[in-house]
């Protein structure tokens, strides 16, 4: 499996991306897929997460500015956007194909990273 984490960028703050996650060498679409974040200087932290049937997790700060959705490709979308969003995303695969949460230790795969950045 390999993940490519793509839609980074700069953006002002209120604005939007949306990020996508593929697999090069198969679809996931018998794994739960996650996105996570690090800030500079900060520890990683979970964004959001949805099992192969569906069934998602977002973390608080996110929760009804952001929306993962997947087909073939898993993406996040991102709104309303605050300078504190800035970060680098990455991408994982879970190991099993439910929503596999905010716990890392779940993903087996992760993805090179995409860089968010929000200006204020």
């Known amino acids: 499996v390999q993940l490519q984490a793509s839609g980074g960028g700069l953006v002002q703050s209120g604005g939007s991306l949306r990020l996508s996650c593929s697999d090069s060498?198969?679809?996931?679409?018998?794994?739960?897929v996650g996105w996570f974040r690090q800030a500079p200087g900060k520890e990683r932290e979970f964004v959001a997460s949805i099992g192969y049937r569906g069934g998602m997790t977002y973390a608080d700060s996110v929760k009804g500015r952001f929306t993962i959705s997947r087909d073939n490709t898993v993406y996040l979308q991102m709104n309303s956007l605050k300078p504190e969003d800035t970060a680098v995303y990455y991408c994982?695969?879970?190991?099993?194909?439910?929503?596999?949460?905010?716990?890392?230790?779940?993903?087996?795969?992760w993805g090179q990273g995409t860089l968010v950045t929000v200006s204020s």
């Open positions: 060498k198969r679809t996931f679409s018998n794994n739960g």
């Open positions: 994982a695969s879970c190991r099993y194909s439910s929503n596999c949460g905010n716990d890392p230790t779940l993903y087996a795969y």
